[in-house]
C-alpha cells in the first residue's frame, strides 16, 4: 500500500555542528535501510529545497507512522502524507 | 530528468457526458502511450480525490510542456510541477 | 486502518431540485450501507456547515479510493484524506 | 455535546529533555484521566506528524477549554476546534 | 452556551431580482425571530462588506446547527464557527 | 463606534516566568478598567485558543489604536480588527 | 477618521456590455461625488490590475458602510478595511 | 526601469472557440509588437501551466498599466506585479 | 511615480531595549528626512497593529529600493511593495 | 534549459556580524562566478525586500540543484523554482 509523503527539513540554525553530522549520518543509514527493505521504493530530492518527495510502501498507516517517527530528522521535519492508489490509467 | 508533477481534475458539472467521456478516454490513451514510451514513469491516483501525482522523464522543459499542455484535460487541470533530483540517500 | 476524511459538499446553486433530492437520498443510503458493512465508523456533520468529518476504516488505500470515488456526491465535494494511527495514549 | 479538535505539538528543539519527558508523561497520564471520565471519546495519531485528531464530549464550550487549556502541554499547541453534531445519515 | 459565527454571504450575481428580495425578507424575519427569542444575541454588520459577525446563545451544538442551518440564506453562506467562554478578565 | 478584534497571545517560552505573571495581571488590571469605562463592551476567550474576540466601543480609530496598543501584552499580540456597524436586521 | 480600503472588481465575463458601461460610468460618477465631498480622499489604481486603494475619511463606521454599500460595483467587489490612525513619525 | 509580471490566464470554458481563437491571436500581435518596441524585454512561458513570467522595461508606472490593462486577455488574467531594481552582484 | 508600502515590524522580544531604542529614534528621524523631501507622501499608522501603510513618491525602482533597504528597521521589517497609477476617476 | 527562481533571504538578526559579512561576500564572489560561465543570466534584486529572482540557465535538474545547494546562503534560503519555456509569442 502506497503513501506520498513531502517532508521538509528545518534544521535550526544554531544547531552544533557535530550533532547535525551524526544526525543527518544516522538518517541516511535509516533511510537505506528502510530502502533496502523495499519500504521506501521512491526518494527524490526536490531540486533547489532541503526537502523531498518519497513514496513509502507499507502494510498499514501503523508501520508507517512507525517508519516515518523514527526518522533521526523526524523533531526537525514538516510532513506532509497523501495516500495513493493504483491509477486507472497506469500502464504495467 | 524528472519532474514531479500534481494535476487536479476541475472538470465543469454541467460538461456535456459525451463530451466528458470522450475527453476521459483520449486522456487515458494518450497517457499510456507516453507511458510505454518512458515519458511517464510514475502514475497515481490520490486516494478520495480527483487528482494524481505523477513523475515525468524528460530531455528538457520544452519536452514537459508538450507533454503537459497536449493533455486532453490540461484546459481543465490546476498543474503544479516541481523539479526532482537524485537524493544523495537513494539507493539502487 | 483508519482514514480521517473531511467533505465539504458544494452543489452547483442552479442544480435541479429533483437531481438533487435524488443525488442526497442516494447519498444517504449509500453512506449507511458501508456504515452498517462497519466501513464508515465515525460520521458528523460539522456544526454551522454543509460538510462532515468522517473516520473509514478499511483495508487498504484502494478500498478507501473505492468507496470514496462510488459517493454519489463524490463530483461536488472537496475532499481531505488523513491517515491516522493509533494514538500511544489511547485508552481502550 | 460533540467537539472535533485537532491539536499540532510544536515543542522547542531546545527543550530540557527531562522537562520534556516529564511534560509528556503528565500529558498522557491526563489524557487517559479523561478518557476513563468520558470527556476524551476519540483520539488518533496522525500518522507521520507529531499531531491529533480528537473528539471532545463536554457539557458546555467552559468545560472544554478547561479540559484543553489544562493540558500540560497546552503552551505548546497549535489547537482548532470545531463543534459537531449528528450527521443525519449516521446510523447506530 | 455560546458560539461565534462570521457569515459571508455569496449570492450568485445572475439571482433573480424577485427571489433575492424573498430569500433576504426571509431571512430578516427569520432572524428576528431568533433574536427575540434571545438565541442570536449579538449580531453586526461587517463595514464595507456583506458578512457579519454574530454570537449564538443555545443550549447545545444541535440547536446551533438547527438555527444556522434554517436560515434562508444558508445555501448562499460561508459559515465560520468559533466555539467561546466566558473571558477571566470579564467585568460583569 | 464599534470595533471586532481578535487577539491571539504568542508568549515566549523562554519568558521569565515572574514577568509573564506581572504582564497578565497588569492585562487583567488594564483590561478590567476599560471595561468598566465602557470602551471594552464584549470580551470572549475562544475556547481551546489563548486567543479572544472582543468588541471595543470608541470614539475614533485614534482612540483604538491607544487602547490596544496601550496593551500590556501588546508587543505578544497578533491583532486583527474589523469596522463594525449595526444590522439591518438588529432588533434592540 | 481614516479608512483604508482595498477593492479588487470581479465583474462576470458575460454581463452585459451596455448594462457594465451603465455600471462602470455610474460608479465613476458617485466616486467623483464623494471625493468632492472630501469623504474619499485618496485614491490610486493598482498597476496591472482591475483594483484600487483608497483611504475614506468619515465620521463613523456607519458612514464607511452606506458610502461603500451604495458603490454601484458593490456587488462585484472584494472588499477588505483597514482602519489608520496617525503615524508617530508623520510630518505634517 | 523593470518589472516582473506573472500572468495566470483563466479563460472561460464555454467561451466560444473562434472569439477565443481571436482574442490569442490579438494578443501575440499585440505582445510582440510591444517586445519589438522593447517594452518587453522578458517573456517565458511556466512550464505545464497557461501562464507567464515577464519582465516588463518601462518609464512610469502609469506606462506600465496602459500596456498591462490594453492585453487582450487582460479581462481574463490575473496578474501579480514586483518591482525590480538592479541586484547588486549582477554582473553586465 | 507612486508605490504603496505596508511595512510589519517583527522586533525579536529578546533585543536589548537600549538597541531598541537607538532604532525606533534613527528609523523616525530617517522616515521625517525623507517626508521632508517629498519622497514619503503618506504614512498611516495601521490602527491596533506595529505596522503601517505609505505611499512613495520617487523616481524610479531603484530610489525605492534604495530608501526602503535604508530604513533602520529594514531587517526587522515584512515589506510588501505595490506600483500604484492615477485612478481614471480620480479628481483632483 | 531555463528555471525560474526565487530566493528569500532569511538571516537570523542574532548571527555574528563578521559572519554574516564572510557570507553575503562568499554568495556573491560565487554568484558572479556563475554569472560569469552563463549558468545564471538573469538577477535581479526584488524592490524593498531582501530578496531575488533568477533565472538559471543549465543543462539538467542536477546542476540546477548543485549550483542552488551550493550557494553559501543556502541554509538561509526559502527558494521557490519554476520551471521555464520559450513563450510562443517570443520575439528574438
Do not use: C
Request: net charge negative; proline share 8%.
Amino acid at each position: 500500500m502506497l503513501f506520498h509523503v513531502r517532508m521538509d527539513v528545518r534544521l535550526p540554525h544554531d544547531l552544533d555542528p557535530q550533532v547535525k553530522a551524526d544526525l543527518v549520518a544516522r538518517e541516511k543509514a535509516y533511510s537505506q535501510q528502510l530502502q533496502r527493505a523495499g519500504k521506501w521504493p521512491q526518494l527524490w530530492r526536490i531540486a533547489g529545497e532541503y526537502a523531498n518527495f518519497s513514496v513509502f510502501d507499507v502494510d498499514s498507516t501503523e508501520e508507517l507512522h512507525e517508519l516515518l517517527s523514527a526518522l533521526p530528522l523526524f523533531p526537525y521535519l514538516d510532513v506532509e502524507v497523501t495516500p495513493l492508489v493504483r491509477h486507472p490509467s497506469k500502464v504495467d
